[in-house]
């Protein structure tokens, strides 16, 4: 039997787990406006891609180095040689300060899961560029064209218009949408909100994120005599929930009587089915968390940055994107 501290490992490797098994998948998503900022680089420039993926965006005349912390993609990648890989993380940059002339940022900052991660991000970058340099950030906007978020920090399904669900059986089979349903609107459909995470938590993001999810679960049922033959209902009719499950629930439920059942044990049933659904169901159901940004919030994050000046900040197709320049003090 899986116990809770099994399923803490799980949650707590669930981040670069989830962007790894969805990074060798091939996604046709290029920004005009990178591609743009990208294209007017003088000849010579030194750049740099935080978070690169699949390293899309680069010149023959500009020297790249691309930096991402999945090394199962990195290694696939067939690149110019004007193009240098690094594993590296956006905390913990490997570049000289003052000496990289441009910098992308693109769908980085969102990931972060508190204010301060996200400052101390920009801030990273901001040490490597030389005095006027500039970097180019998008992020996701909290303001949706084809719906609204249920908060701002979001676990969000990874890759949901290809992904796979399991059935009673074990087996994969493709998950089906209407026709009309856009894949934003499944995204922003099916996205969990989470509490934002405390800045001086005294529990691990991951512990945080998982008692959540278990509110979540407890609260999700009324408490009352019957709520044994509901749990049993919803486990055994929902065919995206294990097997195991239902034959635990069906075992309890054969040597107590729903009147013997105190609100103790029902918590520890649920403790069960969350346990096994967060490590037996994670590789089929992927999450990734987005802290999604409001109109203004990027502009202010630049801002907190002493060393920054915001240049240029627009929305495009459900995205915030800014270019902010380095001082000419900050050497």
Excluded at 40 to 58: M, N, R, S
Excluded at 122 to 151: D, M
């Amino acid at each position: 039997m899986i116990n809770l501290k099994e399923a803490y490992k799980c949650l707590a490797s669930l981040p670069d787990a989830v962007y790894c098994r969805n990074a060798t998948r091939k996604s046709a998503v290029r920004w005009v406006n990178v591609q743009q900022f990208v294209n007017q680089l003088p000849l010579g420039t030194v750049v740099i891609d935080i978070g690169c993926g699949e390293a899309k965006y680069h010149r023959n005349d500009c020297f790249f180095m691309d930096c991402d912390t999945c090394l199962e993609m990195l290694v696939q990648l067939q690149l110019p040689p004007m193009v240098d890989l690094q594993l590296a993380d956006a905390l913990n940059l490997p570049y000289r300060s003052n000496s990289i002339d441009a910098a992308l940022l693109v769908s980085v900052l969102h990931h972060f899961t508190t204010l301060d991660r996200r400052k101390r991000a920009l801030t990273e970058v901001a040490r490597c560029l030389r005095p006027r340099g500039q970097v180019l950030i998008y992020v996701w906007a909290f303001e949706q064209p084809n719906g609204k978020f249920p908060s701002q920090d979001v676990l969000v399904p990874c890759q949901l218009h290809h992904c796979d669900s399991i059935s009673l059986s074990g087996h994969d089979k493709p998950v089906k949408f209407h026709m009309n349903s856009t894949r934003e609107e499944r995204l922003i459909r099916d996205s969990i909100a989470v509490k934002s995470l405390a800045k001086n938590a005294t529990q691990p993001s991951h512990l945080s994120l998982f008692h959540h999810i278990y509110k979540i679960f407890t609260t999700s049922y009324i408490l009352s005599r019957h709520l044994p033959s509901i749990l049993l209902n919803e486990f055994t009719t929902k065919r995206n929930f294990n097997t195991l499950i239902t034959g635990n629930l069906r075992s309890l439920m054969r040597y107590y009587e729903i009147e013997r059942f105190s609100m103790g044990f029902v918590k520890r049933i649920i403790e069960m089915a969350l346990a096994e659904v967060l490590c037996i169901k994670q590789r089929y159901n992927s999450y990734r968390f987005y802290h999604v940004f409001k109109e203004d919030e990027l502009k202010a994050l630049i801002t907190m940055t002493p060393s920054l000046r915001l240049v240029h900040l627009a929305y495009e197709h459900a995205n915030w994107w800014a270019i902010a320049e380095k001082a000419d003090s900050f050497s």
